[in-house]
């Protein structure tokens, strides 16, 4: 397998993992708020990584050269889940979805700004594709759901976390000196735990960790180990051996994979319009993974 092959199938997994965070989160959020449990997840993931780490590629001394570049990376990063969290107060999760699906598009500015990264006349073929199809699932395939999608004060501050999301994968690559993935991960890790806390303080020592019921460390554990911990392995794996756009290209998928989780968990199953907007993310998958000429 080429190397850019497996940072297509990381991603893939990636869209996986992610999807499952938002569907188990859905069910957490009646009993703990945004700030609280993404402390708690992204210090269990910074654990974890640095475990994993140092049981494999170990953490030399020399990951920690710059230290800069993870207060660049965590900070970028801890302000995506920030701003998404507080758009979220306003914004609807559909239309904060809708948002979300301009992250790839940005992600191809971004890459050619800071690492001139040209997004070829068929990727950015696929990343219309893979727009048009995330929408459709996002809306369930209802045009007037989608004509009725309003811009509000939420869906703004989620569209500047989004923006720092688009800056964040190719920043990974021009930051990284070498450093393996898990000893980079672990890193940006540690400071984007510590971003979360420093502004989510008031919250965090506000929850009653003890009376939490059982489906929130369900979430917890799950957004910690899969969502957290081994996404970000994997996205920043995929980051140095894939152009961003395609890197982000994967996120259109996650609107199917979370179809997959509701259908798992006994939420009902999609109608077959909505499978149209599936296909056309594969088929812009497709588009992607074949190799330029």
Known sequence: MTQAARGHLAMLVFSALVAGSFSLGALAMDHITPMALNAARFAIAAVLVGIAAGLSTGIPRSTFNAPWRYLLLGGVFATYFVLMFYGLKTAQPVSAAAVFTLTPIMTAFAGYIMLRQVTTRRMALALSIGGAGALWVIFRA????????????????????????????????????????????????????????????????????????????????????????????????????????????????????????????????????????????????????????
């Open 142 to 293: 209802d045009l007037s759901a989608l004509l009725r999608f309003q811009v509000g004060q939420g869906e703004v501050i989620y569209f500047w976390g989004c923006v720092a999301h688009a800056i964040y994968i190719p920043m990974v690559r021009m930051l990284n000196r070498g450093e393996s993935a898990m000893a980079f991960t672990f890193g940006t890790l540690l400071v984007c735990f510590g971003a979360i806390t420093i502004v989510g303080w008031g919250e965090i020592v506000a929850t009653d960790w003890a009376a939490l019921p059982g489906i929130v460390w369900i979430a917890i554990i799950y957004t910690a180990v899969f969502a957290s911990a081994m996404t970000f392995v994997l996205v920043q794996y995929a980051s140095l051996r894939l152009p961003g756009a395609k890197v982000m290209a994967y996120t259109y998928l996650t609107p199917s994979w979370v179809l997959v989780w509701e259908l798992a968990l006994g939420h009902g199953a999609p109608t077959v319009w909505v499978l149209g907007g599936v296909a056309l993310t594969i088929v812009a998958l497709l588009l992607l993974l074949r190799n330029e000429h």
